[in-house]
């Protein structure tokens, strides 16, 4: 069974940088569609950056220039933030698709804090 694990959140001010990692083991994935997504109160989960096809990558608008996805391994991925604002106050979540069933997994989620 695919599992992920995030670290790397907490709080930072307005202005600041944080690194998020997610680490994935127990099956295997796809190279592609994995990603960063973040869910702030009140609000539904959205994308925040992913891998697609070929290798390329996926930024919401809202955080284009400032945050960058990347593969810190054959499996695990990593979203450096920069220039955070107070509205990136959100929990972040990576999220990968096991290859044989195409099944999402999600990990647990780490609080990412930007105060004002």
């Known amino acids: 069974q695919v599992q992920l694990v995030e670290s790397g959140g907490g709080l930072v001010q307005a202005g600041g940088s944080l690194r998020l990692s997610c680490a994935v083991s127990?099956?295997?994935?796809?190279?592609?569609?994995r990603g960063w997504y973040r869910q702030a109160p009140g609000k539904e989960r959205e994308l925040v950056a992913t891998f697609s096809s070929g290798g390329s990558t996926n930024y919401a608008d809202s955080v284009k220039g400032r945050f960058t996805i990347s593969r810190n391994s054959a499996k695990n991925i990593d979203l450096q933030m920069n220039s955070l604002k107070p509205e990136d106050t959100a929990v972040y979540y990576c999220?990968?698709?096991?290859?044989?069933?195409?099944?999402?997994?999600w990990g647990q989620g780490t609080q990412v804090t930007v105060s004002s």
């Open positions: 127990g099956g295997m994935v796809s190279m592609n569609a």
């Open positions: 999220k990968a698709v096991e290859l044989l069933s195409g099944r999402d997994y």
